[in-house]
């Protein structure tokens, strides 16, 4: 028997749970910490690590006294965190600035310069992540940063992802050359891959921008899977959260990929981290290109199989917005929803609220809705918004199943789908095949999985999953519901590619607004 933590940095707090080899979760604690943006730049999203630092301090100690266990008992700790999200540090690993969350969107600019030199260049690299370089991800925000902070730039060492920094800082790293890199959180957001021998060339980054002379150097270290260990926590660290100093920290990853290994995902899945947005992973033994996901990458999620990634901009993002500017909370908004039948709003909605992140792979689309009525309420539009991401995520699984991703099991995950037995019923009518939800909380049993192989406690992230993974709850699909949303998904899908492709070829529209009418008259009746 172990006792081990396992730690998931979110957008907006840090959740700590204590997890027992044989009895399972023991508690969760969780101390928020504040997300900086400006009303004056939507694109601007940043956070700091001291305040992250604290707040793990906070929800370890917390936890802690709430369940009684004593930390010198607890034997490793785990963490996954939100990514892309970038932070440039000096010399002896201090921030030069706040990261650049996952959902900061300056880089637009440096992100369709990238990928235009990408594809003139025929670079591997940009195929095996869909062929667009994001400007969610990495390499995009690093640019920016640079661009715009001449006087730091001499100071400049390296940059690290979230998940990177933490295990460095609890290890009491202070060269970044000994920093341990996630392959996780590279091979998706930095074009890292074995493949081609890591990183792009310097050369082709030099051709990026200058500022990025030498910089592949400066990106270095150990690139490694989770079941190897980052460092042990330092003395400083461990004083500070109430622990046992020397403990292992594995490599840490994307608290998406974690939370999918949490969920028990296993090869032929697929799993929809729902959340603020919706990460979307797979695993394959092998697998080939996918045109517009996120990257395919050996070793990410599972270090024996290969992760596919995809997702949505905005998920719960969409319906707290929503919401919002009713003036209620989802919470109250959603109350009696469940009463909705398929189609019956007559309204058709794009989720692209924060752009698409697959597979178009545009920042710039925005959320569109079609039927709007006189009477159309906030309350219709939610339910469309939930259709609207079933819709979109169905888009996602076929597109990897046409390229060989395996979608044997479609897994909902994430805190949403724990809350919103609606939204999980429609995606199972959407997808015309039963969705599973665990029946519990699965966020943090992931980065608790990794910290019970990192203690030597089990021998593969399968052994573990067997022991800790919750049973599910099984939504399937009503063939009624089906039908409807098989009418409702081929007008989706005719309007997301017209509008949201540049160069779409014409299209013609003309059908989507009376269809959408009869289809609701149909369902009220």
Do not use: Y
């Given at each position: 028997m172990a006792i081990v933590a396992g730690v998931d940095f979110g957008t907006l707090s840090v959740r700590v749970t204590l997890l027992d080899s044989e009895k399972g979760r023991l508690g969760t604690a969780s101390s928020e910490y504040p997300l900086n943006r400006k009303r004056e730049d939507p694109d601007f999203?940043?956070?700091?690590?001291?305040?992250?630092?604290?707040?793990?301090?906070?929800?370890?100690?917390?936890?802690?006294?709430?369940?009684?266990?004593?930390?010198?008992q607890v034997a490793a700790i785990a963490l996954d965190t939100t990514g892309s999200s970038v932070i440039p540090v000096d010399a002896h690993m201090q921030p030069l600035n706040d990261y650049y969350l996952w959902c900061d969107h300056r880089a637009l600019e440096e992100a369709r310069h990238i990928t235009a030199l990408a594809r003139a260049e025929k670079l591997e690299a940009i195929e095996w992540c869909g062929n667009v370089y994001s400007h969610e991800w990495g390499f995009a925000k690093l640019l920016?940063?640079?661009?715009?902070?001449?006087?730091?730039?001499?100071?400049?060492?390296?940059?690290?992802?979230?998940?990177?920094?933490?295990a460095a800082t609890?290890?009491?790293?202070?060269?970044?050359?000994?920093?341990?890199?996630?392959?996780?959180a590279m091979g998706h957001k930095w074009m890292w891959n074995p493949k081609w021998g890591g990183l792009p060339s310097q050369e082709f980054l030099s051709k990026v921008d200058p500022l990025f002379d030498g910089i592949r150097e400066k990106l270095g270290g150990e690139y490694l899977t989770s079941d190897h260990i980052a460092g042990h926590l330092s003395d400083f660290w461990a004083a500070e959260m109430g622990l046992k100093a020397g403990i292992p920290i594995p490599v840490?990853?994307?608290?998406?990929?974690?939370?999918?290994?949490?969920?028990?995902?296993?090869?032929?899945?697929?799993?929809?981290?729902?959340?603020?947005?919706?990460?979307?992973i797979a695993m394959a033994k092998t697998a080939e290109l996918v045109p517009g996901v996120c990257g395919v990458v050996p070793g990410s999620v599972d270090p024996a199989l290969t992760g596919i990634e995809a997702g949505l901009s905005a998920t719960g993002d969409i319906f707290e917005a929503i919401a919002r500017r009713a003036g209620v909370k989802v919470r109250e908004l959603a109350q009696g929803i469940e009463a909705y039948k398929a189609g019956q709003t007559g309204l058709l909605r794009l989720s692209w609220d924060n752009g698409d992140r697959t597979v178009l792979v545009n920042p710039e689309l925005g959320g569109v809705t079609f039927g709007w009525n006189l009477l159309t309420t906030a309350q219709d539009e939610l339910y469309a918004a939930i259709e609207g991401t079933a819709f979109h995520t169905r888009i996602i699984l076929e597109r990897m199943a046409e390229h060989g991703v395996p979608v044997e099991r479609v897994i909902n995950a994430g805190g949403i789908p724990q809350n919103n037995l609606v939204l999980n019923q429609i995606y199972a009518d959407v997808l015309g095949k039963p969705v599973l939800v665990p029946d519990g909380t699965p966020t943090s049993l992931g980065s608790g999985i990794f910290a019970l192989l990192s203690a030597g406690v089990f021998p593969s992230v399968q052994a573990?999953?067997?022991?800790?993974?919750?049973?599910?709850?099984t939504y399937t699909p009503e063939s009624g519901a089906v039908a409807v949303y098989e009418q409702l998904y081929q007008l989706y899908r005719s309007a997301y590619f017209?509008?949201?492709?540049?160069?779409?070829?014409?299209?013609?529209?003309?059908?989507?607004?009376?269809?959408l009418r009869r289809i609701a008259a149909i369902a009220r009746n």
């Open positions: 999203a940043t956070q700091s690590h001291d305040e992250q630092m604290k707040a793990l301090v906070r929800a370890t100690r917390k936890v802690l006294e709430e369940t009684g266990v004593d930390g010198q920016h940063w640079l661009k715009h902070n001449p006087d730091r730039r001499d100071q400049f060492a390296t940059a690290l992802e979230h998940c990177d920094m933490v609890l290890t009491g790293v202070t060269d970044p050359k000994l920093v341990k890199r996630s392959i996780c840490g990853a994307f608290d998406a990929h974690w939370d999918a290994i949490g969920a028990g995902c296993k090869e032929g899945d697929v799993v929809n981290v729902v959340g603020t947005s919706t990460c979307i573990a999953q067997e022991k800790i993974c919750l049973p599910f709850k017209a509008l949201g492709t540049p160069d779409a070829e014409a299209l013609p529209l003309g059908k989507i607004l009376p269809e």
